[in-house]
């Protein structure tokens, strides 16, 4: 059933300066109004959401291992097809990026869609950096394969491979696939996660080029940190540009987690890159670029980064501790102005903020990264108005601009550009702000309605402020539509107001936990193999899960029964929920609480639920 929610929305704003830099603070009101609408919920993890030429949305569901095709009135659902052999064991893989073929549906027999997918593969061999035989990253790649669709009924069968072995990770994946006006197919992928977190003893290669003895071999390992282009059979399209002598797929380099890419009408390709604590980027991609990562984040401006190069520490790496904040003197670090190689530059960064900006915000009680001045941009799409014209001639004033949505700020950003889209031309604004982690976005014919992929989980910076992990529209396609013009109210949603009840008793607390140390030793291991990658290599410090210690945990697990705790544990990883054993997830449980200052003791940790729930966390 589709809900209707009549709301207006603040545009907020921040200055666009003469180098295209932004910071988080500079935000002013803006004028458009919109409707919104949930279209479909309850899907699992929508990615990618296209507008196809039946006039229905299609949808790649992550963790579902879908594609299927929404009805944007009704919100009815019908799916085109399950791919078994997808696989998901993280929070950033599974079935990613899809191209429609830009004859589909015209009889001119070429009803194929592409689609990007995780997938395991013992025949290729295990990736090298991943050593633990019971890792499920150990024989993990990417694929692009291409389907048919049925116009009889509705269905996508025949998967034909197109470019298998492609290097992906715990971290890091990039995937978005796009059709060029060339008829070639530009596929991204990230850096892996290396150099931070659970990865940080692992250089960052994305500025590794491949070597022809590599092609040969049809090991794809250097393509990390880079954007590809590719013919439609997978081979490397003939006008590629050579880099360092060698004609590979690789179309741009020096990228760190470039989620988003599209086409502007006039072939310009334009992509949205995650960036470390600050300098997310809106790009404009041209083959042969270096796009300086890890040397630079958003411009080459020695502000707030440094690239620190863990995996040659001069301390052993695996004796080390990560930390973005207070990093190990026996670190090289090199400032931005280091790196003397041609690089492109970003058209405008999302934020950039001064050296010695505050990235421990107390604000945000121990959840630092959701008040970094990164937004976790994960799309852009090209909007202008021009593309709309004879068809209702779309939203005023946007007669050519970037949309970008972004996961940590729960909100649509928009970038005007120049005439000829080559520069940023304004400020941006900040619309549907929302307790949401907005993935993808998709725009109608008439160019009056954006409609919008929103996560399953996760966390974002939550409109009441500091932070949230209650997403208002999980998993779900929202559609905004345009209303007219006027000053709008701020969010997308309502909060509820502070409760005028009595306050909650102290809970009745029971036996302070026990585990062993032998129990916490082997649980460093395992949450640095499943679980570092998101929640942090300290427990504090990670991107895209919950800290695990310090004031954040307290005060939200004080006073609750262990069992709580680690049944929710036992959720974990979230591509494979249940698959970690009692007894190693009661190992993972001890490491936790040990980094929390409790002491071990002689009695380990129980895996019986009605022991655990005679335990209190303190």
Avoid at 203 to 227: C, F, H, M, W
Avoid at 240 to 249: D, E, I, M, R
Avoid at 260 to 285: A, C, H, M, R
Avoid at 468 to 475: A, L, N, S
């Amino acid at each position: 059933m589709k809900h209707f929610i009549p709301v207006g929305f603040l545009l907020l704003s921040s200055t666009i300066l003469s180098v295209a830099q932004d910071s988080p603070e500079s935000v002013l009101p803006g004028t458009k109004q919109f409707r919104k609408t949930v279209v479909a919920t309850a899907l699992e993890n929508p990615w990618e959401i296209t507008w196809g030429p039946d006039n229905m949305l299609w949808v790649t569901e992550r963790t579902g291992k879908r594609i299927s095709r929404l009805n944007p009135t009704t919100g009815e659902k019908k799916v085109a097809i399950t791919i078994p052999e997808v696989v998901a064991p993280g929070g950033q893989d599974g079935l990613l990026g899809m191209a429609l073929h830009p004859d589909l549906l015209k009889g001119k027999g070429t009803d194929y869609v592409y689609v990007f997918h995780t997938y395991v593969d013992e025949a290729r061999g295990a990736r090298p950096t991943v050593t633990d035989p019971k890792s499920p990253y150990r024989f993990f790649y990417g694929k692009i394969i291409r389907l048919t669709y049925d116009k009889a009924t509705q269905t996508l069968s025949g998967p034909q491979e197109v470019l298998a072995g492609l290097p992906v990770g715990n971290d890091h994946l990039a995937g978005r696939l796009k059709f060029g006006p060339d008829r070639k197919l530009y596929l991204t992928l990230g850096d892996q996660g290396n150099n931070q977190l659970g990865n940080f003893c692992r250089p960052v290669e994305a500025q590794r080029l491949p070597t022809r003895a590599e092609l040969d071999a049809k090991n794809y390992i250097s393509y990390v940190g880079k954007s590809l282009r590719i013919n439609l059979d997978g081979g490397i399209p003939a006008d590629n540009a050579k880099l360092n002598g060698v004609l590979s797929h690789v179309f741009t380099y020096g990228h760190r987690n470039p989620q988003g890419i599209d086409f502007g009408p006039d072939g310009t390709l334009y992509s949205s890159e995650q960036g470390p604590k600050s300098d997310d980027e809106v790009n404009i991609l041209k083959s042969g670029g270096n796009y300086g990562w890890p040397h630079v984040a958003g411009m080459k401006d020695n502000k707030g980064y440094e690239f620190a190069r863990w995996a040659e520490a001069t301390t052993p790496c695996s004796e080390l501790r990560f930390s973005d904040i207070t990093i190990h003197p026996s670190v090289p670090r090199e400032p931005e102005s280091a790196f003397t190689k041609p690089m492109m530059e970003p058209i405008a960064t999302m934020f950039t903020v001064e050296t010695g900006f505050n990235f421990q915000s107390p604000v945000c009680k121990g959840v630092d990264f959701i008040c970094w001045p990164t937004t976790g941009n994960s799309n852009v799409e090209y909007y202008g108005n021009r593309t709309w014209q004879g068809k209702g001639n779309g939203i005023p004033g946007w007669d050519q601009v970037a949309l970008v949505t972004t996961l940590k700020r729960g909100s649509l950003y928009v970038l005007p550009l120049t005439a000829n889209g080559q520069k940023a031309s304004g400020k941006f604004s900040r619309y549907f702000q929302s307790d949401n982690r907005y993935r993808d976005t998709a725009i109608s014919p008439d160019g009056k309605t954006i409609y919008i992929a929103t996560d399953a989980g996760g966390m974002s910076e939550a409109v009441a402020g500091g932070a949230t992990r209650k997403m208002v529209e999980p998993g779900s396609i929202l559609a905004f539509t345009y209303t007219g013009e006027g000053t709008a109210a701020p969010v997308t949603q309502t909060t509820k107001p502070a409760s005028t009840s009595a306050p909650t008793p102290p809970p009745v607390l029971g036996d302070i936990p026990q585990f062993t140390a032998a129990q916490a030793a082997a649980g460093v291991k395992t949450y640095n193999a499943e679980c570092a990658v998101c929640h942090g290599s300290t427990l504090t410090n990670g991107t895209f899960a919950p800290p695990l210690a310090g004031e954040y945990f307290k005060t939200t697990w004080a006073g609750k029964p262990l069992n709580q705790f680690f049944e929710t544990a036992k959720q974990m990883p979230p591509g494979s929920p249940g698959a970690l054993s009692d007894a190693t997830v009661a190992e993972i449980v001890a490491y936790i609480l040990e980094t929390n200052a409790y002491k071990a003791g002689p009695a380990p940790l129980p895996t019986n639920r009605d022991t655990m729930r005679k335990m209190t966390l303190r």
